[in-house]
């Protein structure tokens, strides 16, 4: 058994902005900042977002978790009209729902996400783009955890537990758009699949050495293939 473990921003969806802009309204409204200037949000998790945007603007360590709760819970109430918005909603990248009701359709593989989101934001990104979330048997979400590299192992114990049974490192595929997607389940050899619908090209996905890398996920068989034998 396979578990297929989608990213979501980027690779499933893009929501052109709406979760970097959401973000940036809840962190001047709690700190009075958007947070230090050229701050990437991409591969990370909200958590991890938050924090390094207080550290960079001279917060103190200390005073990250105080703050934390309050703007990851005006973030959420910021994201809304964002994704709700005539041209500032979400979209599905190509490919994405013909390989999601492939990959639903096989009695060998599970279907899964891995993303940075909490999954309340999640949530409502992906019924933004017409995704339905109940599709996805299990999950690891940047509420789980704030470090990227964490995420997989909480996922694999999730499908252990609807299995019943130990899941191999190596039977996870994760699907993802960046390098941090390709490199955080390395550690217990988890498989990835890079899909260059983000901010990262074919070359620049490449060079991190994926076990396969596709511009989109439009090739329905071979993404299918590439789960398969990653």
């Known amino acids: 058994m396979k578990i297929a473990l989608f990213d979501i ?11 970097k802009r959401a973000m940036e309204r809840a962190l001047m409204a709690v700190i009075g900042n958007t947070g230090p200037e050229g701050h990437r949000y991409d591969g ?9 945007a207080l550290l960079g603007t001279g917060h103190d360590a200390s005073r990250v978790d105080v703050h934390m709760d309050e703007i990851i819970a005006r973030y959420l109430v910021e994201l809304e009209p964002e ?22 359709e096989q009695d060998d593989i599970m279907l899964g996400l891995l993303t940075g989101n909490v999954v309340s934001g999640a949530e409502r990104k992906l019924r933004a783009a017409g995704i339905n979330a109940g599709r996805f048997v299990v999950g690891a979400y940047g509420s789980d955890h ?18 019943g049974r130990p899941v191999q490192g190596s039977d996870c595929v994760i699907i993802g758009d960046t390098p941090m997607d390709v490199a955080c389940g390395r550690p217990m050899g988890a498989r990835a699949i890079a899909v260059a619908t983000g901010h990262y090209d074919v070359a620049a996905l ?11 996920l439009s090739d329905t068989a071979a993404v299918l293939e590439a789960i398969r034998v990653a």
Request: some cysteine; charged content about 25%; glycine content about 8%.
């Open 44 to 52: 990370k998790t909200d958590r991890q977002i938050v924090r390094e």
């Open 206 to 216: 490449t060079a991190c050495a994926p076990d396969a890398v596709f511009a989109d």
């Open 9 to 19: 921003d980027g690779t499933l969806l893009w929501t052109q902005g709406a979760g």
């Open 146 to 163: 704030e470090a990227r590299p964490e995420l997989p192992p909480i996922a694999r114990a999730r499908a252990e537990a609807v299995l």
């Open 83 to 104: 994704l709700d918005g005539a041209h500032t909603g979400a979209f599905v990248l190509p490919g994405v729902h013909a390989i999601l009701d492939a990959v639903h």
